[in-house]
T-cell receptor, first 114, second 122 residues
Framework: AQKVTQAQTEISVVEKEDVTLDCVYETRDTTYYLFWYKQPPSGELVFLIRRNSFDEQNEISGRYSWNFQKSTSSFNFTITASQVVDSAVYFCALRMDSSYKLIFGSGTRLLVRP | GAVVSQHPSWVICKSGTSVKIECRSLDFQATTMFWYRQFPKQSLMLMATSNEGSKATYEQGVEKDKFLINHASLTLSTLTVTSAHPEDSSFYIC??????????????????FGPGTRLLVL
């Protein structure tokens, strides 16, 4: 069975702190795709990153970085020097190569306080 | 590019009425669109896959007679919640799929999400 677990329900940090959002996934497929989305209070999903299962290179984009570890089935997301505008719910998602269905984790609500 | 709109953005209706939600791909064509439902403080759950010109495919546990999906063109899919009840109150989000192909070989699949529709049934 395929599953995405985001164990952190809510995280609260003070502005400028670094924060890491955890994502653990389960799948028996060898080819799959992992995603992170941001959902601000407005509700619209904002795509952040997509990663293929055969590409374990870590990714950095500005203050955002992602650590993909197949050995531990994890795809963690770090925000460096957090800002109030980073406050949102962040979803990790999984898609198998055999299906277009996106399986979302339960989300982590991040609150960045000034 | 790749903008998806939803209309209305929010709707309040009385119990027993039907509500139609539109999902449009504004600058591209989408053979396939997806409908998700998100209850407050919960995750997104796929309800159904909408295919242009054919019947929608519903996920297990989703009543197809209650959630009618029509994908009449390559840029429009509609979700109609029939005889809505308070438990149907939720945030409904659609996504439109774009396939990058080389001949019959699919190179990449991307889903672009709409802004969502908040439904409140009184």
């Amino acid at each position: 069975a395929q599953k995405v677990t985001q164990a952190q329900t809510e995280i609260s940090v003070v502005e400028k702190e670094d924060v890491t959002l955890d994502c653990v996934y389960e799948t028996r497929d060898t080819t799959y795709y992992l995603f992170w989305y941001k959902q601000p209070p407005s509700g619209e999903l904002v795509f952040l990153i997509r990663r293929n299962s055969f590409d374990e290179q870590n990714e950095i984009s500005g203050r955002y970085s992602w650590n993909f570890q197949k050995s531990t089935s994890s795809f963690n997301f770090t925000i460096t020097a957090s800002q109030v505008v980073d406050s949102a719910v962040y979803f990790c998602a999984l898609r198998m190569d055999s299906s277009y269905k996106l399986i979302f984790g339960s989300g982590t609500r991040l609150l960045v306080r000034p | 590019g790749a903008v998806v709109s939803q209309h209305p953005s929010w709707v309040i209706c009385k119990s027993g009425t039907s509500v139609k939600i539109e999902c449009r791909s504004l600058d591209f064509q989408a053979t396939t669109m997806f409908w998700y439902r998100q209850f407050p403080k919960q995750s997104l759950m796929l309800m159904a896959t909408s295919n242009e010109g054919s019947k929608a495919t519903y996920e297990q546990g989703v009543e197809k007679d209650k959630f009618l999906i029509n994908h009449a063109s390559l840029t429009l899919s509609t979700l109609t919640v029939t005889s809505a009840h308070p438990e149907d109150s939720s945030f409904y989000i659609c996504s439109a799929q774009v396939l990058t192909q080389a001949g019959s070989f699919i190179l990449r699949e991307t889903q672009y999400f709409g802004p969502g529709t908040r439904l409140l049934v009184l």
